[in-house]
Structure formats: C-alpha cells, structure tokens
C-alpha cells in the first residue's frame, strides 16, 4: 500500500499544475481577442448606415441617439433594418391600429385614416380601430382591399382628462378577449397626428414604446415622470431610462393587455385618492415601461412635432403631430 500512498501527492500536484495551465490558455486567448477591431467593425457596419455609437455618458444625455437601448433592445432609426428581409417575416402577421376620436377630436380622424392608407404597413393585414361617441357621423376613409375599419361607440366623457385616460380603460376591455383572434400586434397613436412617411413592420415588436420627441437630448433629471410618491405612477428621482410619449406605443396583444390593464389599475388608485398623475396616462406608461422594459424603442422619427427646432438628426418625419390651437379642440 505504501507506494499508492506516496504517488497521491505528486497526482495532486499534476492536477494543480493542470488547472494552471488551461487557466493560462484561456487567458492568453482572451488577450488575444483585438477588441479595438471588434469596436472598429461595429463603427463600419454602423457607418454604412449612418449612425454611430455615442458614448454612454453619466448623466445619460444623448442616450436616445444610440441604436441600442442599454438592455440591448434596438432604436429604430431609419436605416437599421432592412425593409425585405422584414416584410417576408411578416407576410402573414395581422396589426390593429388602435385610435381615439371623441369630440372635437373627431376632426383628426379623416386625415389620420387617409394618410394610414398611405404609409402605415402598406401591403400587410390592417386593422383599424376607431373609438368615437356617434359611429354614425364618422366619415370614412376609402379602406384598400385587404384591410379592415372597425368602428366602435365609446363614451365621451365631460373632462378632458378622463377622454385620454378612457383609452386605457378601451384598450383593457378589447385587448382582453376581442382583439385576441384578429390580430397579433397592435400599434395605438394619439389622433392629432398625420402619417407623413413609411411607417412599417420595422415598428413591431412584443413591447414598443417611442422617445418624446421634446426629450430624447434631455438629461434623465429634466424627464417629467411623476415624482410624487402618492401617485401610483411614482418614479423615483434617478431612475428611468427615457421619456415615452403616450401618442405612440404598441405590441404583442397580451403585452398591451398588460400595459393597459396596469396603467389602468393606477390611474383608478389616483382618482380614489383624489389626484391625478402629472401627464396623466403618460405618466402611468412611463412608469410601466421603467418596470417593464420595452423591447424595441422607437426614435422621435415616429413622432415628430415640427417646431421643435432640434431637426438635425431626423431624417424621416414618418408620424407628424397636426398643429391645433387649444381653444378649438379643447371643452
Ligand atoms: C381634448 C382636450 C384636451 C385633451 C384631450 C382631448 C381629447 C383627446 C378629446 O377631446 N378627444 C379625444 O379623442 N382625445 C384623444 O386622446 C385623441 O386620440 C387624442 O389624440 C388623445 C390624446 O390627447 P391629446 O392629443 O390632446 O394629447 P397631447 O398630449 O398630444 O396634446
Ligand atoms: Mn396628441
């Protein structure tokens, strides 16, 4: 038995020295691996479409130029995809359009039809969703063959508050069953707006959320999220990544269903304690989508104001806001 004995410390040794050198390999190949290449090659491709990484600084200014989120969802700026390459996946996908037009708003409706018929998912299986109080008095658009016009009554309520805040409660109920067997994504906008470019299956995604356009250079401490704790749309000071706008997000049905179901939830929470949120749905969104993060983000290129002054890296105005004088739309 001695002999055995003696041989186990040398083994150990063998194994050690082992351990050692194959720690040794790797870590020779992993400095071996040119990461300035690797950072060169990403700067090209991103070249080619005309955009490049920008340094992601401390206080996060400029963050809504990149092309990806810092969780690695992309930023949809024109450019980054490739139009054929999407629209063969998507030859059998079926998108709703979800829009409200109560009241005087019910003058956006027409142009906002007309131009979807234009630029929103030309070639694929629409489906538009229209809320308004009297479906008879709505004018409709021509519809191409191959899409869909759904006109439903909704109530149109006294404060102008409660109208934009009634579209999450629309969007639980038919998110919940109805829309589940017609359509796969949906895309809800705001109806003062006008299709002005190409807005495509580029756009979809399980949960789609678009940067304000009169924040996407702003620094995360000038985001007007809710910052007071008693609203259930609380986000706390420091936290958030962008500010979203509540005129243009979308997704999976059961994503909106979640989204909706949840900013519903908080808003009826705020009004049984008397407030309301600082921009009410908008704020409730925002903080939705702090929790839960979208997993494709859209650039202001989907929502456009003209106006803004900052043009200088909007290309494509694909979604523009129509100018309204307040006195005309409002109660
Ligand atoms: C009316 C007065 C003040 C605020 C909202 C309304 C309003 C909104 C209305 O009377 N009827 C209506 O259908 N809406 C819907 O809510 C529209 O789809 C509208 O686009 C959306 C959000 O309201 P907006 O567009 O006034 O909000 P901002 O932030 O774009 O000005
Ligand atoms: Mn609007």
Redesign the pocket.
Known sequence: MAPYKNMLLPRSYVIGALVVFILFIVGFCIQNIDWSQKVVEKSIELENCERKLLPYTANKRKMGLNVLTPWLAPIIWDGIYDMNILDNKHNSTRIGLF???????IR?LLPFLESAERYFMVGHKVTYYVFTENVNNVVKPKVVDGRILQLHNVV?DQR??D??MR?MDTLTIFTKEYMRNEIDYLVCA????VFNDHVGVEILGDLVATLHPAFFLSELKSFTYEHRRISAAYIPKGQGDFYYA??LYGGKVEEIYKLSKECQKGIMEDKKKGIEAVWQE?SHLNRYLVYNKPTKVLSPEYLWANGLGIEEFIKRKRFL?VP?KNEE???
């Open positions: 829009v409200f037009a109560v009241k005087k708003y956006f149109a102008w508050q109208v934009s579209r705001d109806v003062d707006m509540g005129a908008e806001a309204k739309v409002r109660n």
